[in-house]
């Protein structure tokens, strides 16, 4: 039986240091509940109440666009503002407007993530260390929560499968499970004992070596902000952004599919998987469209968020409304 609850050493910082994001300026310079229904209410935001299935929405009007970012659909990016000021954090508080300003001041420097399990160089690096082995690149991403609600978002960072290579993943290694910090004094919400802490995400290997998929260690061109992620997070594009673990401790590589935080609290309504699927609903919501953050109306979900002809080919086998 495995266990779904685990513990990491709790660990302190300070605000991560401006120099390790040269590699970045100069980058840039180139580029333009287990059924209790109270404790998932933040999974459950009230604009979902309205859907109906299979409701879609189109012809919702452009979001004013002050960066001229977009994506490559042309979706204008959200402000920096939203990004920054609407968030799922739990380990705050389950306040998608709160979770800022608790956040604020979060030392992330320094840090140090862990890379064990099956690799062939197992090591414990600092996050500078880290990030100053890898260009930084910009990706402009759609974010779509489970909940109903998408941003489009300039990450900063670098693939996931160069982080993965450094380290040497043995043949056996299937999956990648990433841990999220556990710091009970200065993470309010981690004092919630009812969620198994700390956060734990996971991909298959294929997945976490798909080019998509994201090490994030910025936003618009800037550190990331502690209520994102700092001092790394990851984002994966065509999932549920609940695939998408914040503020990193330990990257492992396993044999067996991790348990992960929301699957553990409701294996129904949270698969492994998770990728992002219109025509597979929620089963107390639809996923047939979203609210992009910023605009009125909503807008037809796409499959796979719009990135099927990248990842497609990982599931063709697979009937994902099984595999949901
Ligand atoms: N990672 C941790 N550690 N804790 C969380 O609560 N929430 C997830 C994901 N990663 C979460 C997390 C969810 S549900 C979403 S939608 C995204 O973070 C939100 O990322 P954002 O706040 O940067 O938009």
Redesign the pocket.
Known sequence: MKKPYETVPVRSSEITPEHIYINRRQFLKGLAAVGAGSLLAACAPDIAKTLTPGEQATGAPEAPNPSGLTDELGNAANSYEQ?SQY?????FTIDKEGVARLAEGYATSPWTIEFSGLVNKPQTLSFDDLVSRFDQEERIYR?R??EGWS?VIPWLGFPLSKLLSLVEPMGSAKYVKFT?ILDQDHMPGQNTSYYPWP?IEGLRMDEAMNDLSFVVTGLYGKPLPP???APLRIAVPWKY??K????IVKVELTEEEPYTFWNTIAPHEYGFYANVNPQVDHPRWSQASERRIGELSRRSTLMFNGYADQVASMYSDMDLTVYY
Do not use: P
């Open positions: 990004i968030n799922n954090f739990y380990e974010l929560c489970v941003m999220t956060y209520q994102n992620g952004g609940f998408s673990g914040k503020s």
